[in-house]
């Protein structure tokens, strides 16, 4: 049994941060992967055409002005491959890589009186003073329950768990279940190598290009040059983007110059379509609907079949939804090869198969914390305690549970997740720091507190009721908010209210 301050689960961008921090700080820090490497996110989501769609620069870390200097993105939004030599590059530059142990996934964390005594599945244990679990959002794949898929003898990968060895589409029969970020990031790689690709949708999703490119010379540097302006811009931004916001609403502009503006939209990078669209965009259902008939017309220009095109228009409002971000998406399904399904229609047909892909997404927010065995006081189950959804405080901690920290957990980002979880991080550190040797629990009313502001703001979030981010997409899981919902400003907001107060929110023992 090894002692430790500070255990950290998970080696992904949040994982790899927190170590860094908790041993900058002085604490001794062991931090446990199940995977073979790291990345998290960016180790097991390996698919082909698996890539950013935050500008790679704002992804990255910004804590070492040398890092940001040294290492140079060859494009605005990096492919996996670069993203996983990103992410070592840093663990090795930081000396980290001796900290952590791989192949080695948690099975059980019990609180006992003190301390945190952790089991890992090859028999192992650790007694931790702090217990940190920065496991993810997007680290527990979903398999639905299809009939015929246990029986399916050909070939079938999860986006979230693809295998290190390539996958050879050539001359196969294949499927791809699903079209949200991941399915639409594959769908046009397969259909070029595959002797046929169909492709399985529920609902349609409103796909914008990435409009990717490499990053001229020019760009590097002045990325370089105006590095303590982009710091500033994404640590106080409410999304941690450097997009700038829009000055006007929809109806402020002529047609004539809305359409222009919807023109230009189309093609900005990546999230600019939402962060610097109009204003009400998200609000004003007319706004809302102005941009959905341009981007109809979008898609009904590019897929040349209209009964296809009928097929991708999707029933639901612009940003109800994580919209996805393309390339080569619509195109696709010009190509001879390729045929689109409506899943609520008709079944999959597995005779008809030889390789299937599941892009069927996550058990978001809570999956990878719910399968941890987390017992904490009195010997109350973590799992027990959520039985109706997460209850946290700052997305970061809950009642009954000290010295338990998750960020990047539920009740965490909505932006770019490495800027808001990073936010996390740094609070967790310095909880740490003033921690020193006793113990520390959030109160429950601090935990109702931020959870009822997380509840309250959900019922007027853009999102809607749809999907992963209130869990919808898991049977049986409680219908609950994962995100926060009152945002990074929300958050920067209660952080200094904890420190103003003396840490009131907590009881230190």
């Known amino acids: 049994m090894a002692d430790v301050d500070v255990l950290i689960v998970g080696a992904g961008i949040t994982g790899i941060y927190q170590l860094y921090r908790a041993r900058e700080a002085g604490f001794s820090a062991v931090l446990l992967e199940a995977g073979a490497g790291v990345g998290g996110t960016w180790f097991w989501n390996r698919y ?57 996934r948690v099975t059980a964390a019990v609180w006992s009186g003190d301390h945190w005594a952790v089991s890992a599945d090859d028999g ?51 499927a791809v279940v699903g079209t949200g970020s991941s399915g639409v990031q594959i769908v046009p790689v397969i259909a070029e190598e595959a002797a046929s690709l169909t492709v399985y949708q529920r609902s349609a999703n409103w796909c914008t290009p990435l ?87 979008k898609i009904r220009s590019i897929v ?31 190509r001879d090869n390729v045929t689109l399904v409506d ?38 189950a973590l799992n027990d305690h959520w039985a109706d959804g997460p209850q946290t405080f700052l997305g970061v901690c809950t009642a009954g549970f000290p010295n338990l920290f998750f960020p990047g957990g539920p009740h965490a980002a909505a932006g770019n997740n ?35 502001m997380v509840d309250r703001a959900a019922q007027t979030n853009p999102f809607g009721e749809l999907g992963q981010y209130f869990g919808t997409n898991i049977p049986g899981k409680p219908r609950r908010y994962l995100l926060n919902a009152g945002g990074r400003p929300k958050l920067f907001k209660e952080i200094a209210r904890v420190k103003d107060t003396d840490y009131a929110a907590f009881t230190l023992l």
């Open 48 to 104: 082909p055409g698996a890539r950013f769609d935050s500008e790679s620069y704002t992804y990255g870390y910004l804590f070492s002005r040398e890092l940001f200097d040294e290492w140079e993105w060859s494009e605005h939004f990096a492919g996996q491959p670069e993203i996983e030599r990103y992410l070592n590059h840093v663990v090795d530059r930081f000396d980290l890589r001796r900290a952590m142990e791989f192949g080695t």
């Open 124 to 174: 192992r244990g650790w007694d931790a003073r702090f217990l940190v679990a920065a496991t993810g959002v997007l680290s527990v794949p979903y398999f639905p329950d299809v009939p015929g898929r246990d029986a399916f003898a050909g070939e079938q990968y999860h986006t979230g768990l693809w295998p290190s060895e390539p996958v050879d589409f050539r001359d196969q029969r294949v």
């Open 211 to 297: 409009n990717n490119a490499p990053i001229r010379p020019d760009e590097q540097r002045a990325l370089r040059a105006e590095f303590d302006a982009l710091c500033h811009v994404l640590n106080t931004s409410a999304a941690g983007f450097l997009h700038q916001p829009h000055d006007r609403g929809a109806f402020d502009d002529s047609d004539e110059e809305r359409l222009a503006f919807f023109e230009k939209m189309w093609h900005s990078p990546g999230f600019a379509k939402l962060s610097s669209n109009y204003l009400d965009l998200l609000f004003n259902d007319a706004a809302n609907d102005a941009w959905c008939a341009f981007l109809e017309g």
């Open 304 to 334: 040349r079949d209209p009964v296809t095109a009928d097929k991708l228009i999707p029933t639901h409002r612009y940003g109800q939804k994580r919209p996805p971000f393309v390339n080569g998406y619509y195109e696709a399904f010009n």
């Open 343 to 380: 899943l609520r229609a008709s079944p999959i047909v597995f005779d008809d198969l030889d390789i299937v892909v599941w892009a069927t997404g996550f058990d978001f927010g809570t999956g990878a914390l719910a399968r941890m065995g987390v017992v904490g006081r009195d010997g109350v």
């Open 418 to 452: 490495p800027r808001y979880n990073g936010d996390q991080v740094d609070f967790v550190t310095d909880t740490l720091i003033h921690t020193g040797d006793r113990v520390i629990e959030v109160t429950a009313e601090a935990e109702q507190r931020w959870t009822d």
